[in-house]
């Protein structure tokens, strides 16, 4: 009798398994999916159109803006020393 609960307990603990396994192969290939969508060129082109400059990490917005009213810090040395 003990030996007969322990199979049917061990069964059910392994259908629990393959159906978490099944559900984290459906995540998996979902992930994939998303992930090669995002990275196509027309969709990265895209993102980059639409995310603002000081997002990007571009030198623009407030930098851009202390340097020209003079901020020492901001300024960039030219190769021949001079500041620009």
């Known amino acids: 009798m ?12 392994l259908d629990k398994a393959q159906s978490e396994e099944r559900a984290l192969d459906n ?4 992930l994939k999916t ?3 969508s995002q990275a196509t060129p027309l969709r990265v082109e895209r993102t ?6 000081d997002a990007r990490g ?4 407030d930098a851009v803006r202390r340097a ?9 040395r030219r190769h021949d020393g001079a500041t620009q």
């Open 68 to 76: 020209a009213r003079g901020g020492r810090r901001y300024r960039r």
């Open 34 to 36: 998303e992930l090669r």
């Open 48 to 53: 980059a159109r639409e995310q603002p400059r």
């Open 58 to 61: 571009d030198a623009g917005g």
């Open 2 to 13: 003990r030996v007969s609960y322990e199979s049917r307990r061990l069964f059910a603990e």
């Open 27 to 30: 995540d998996s290939e979902r």
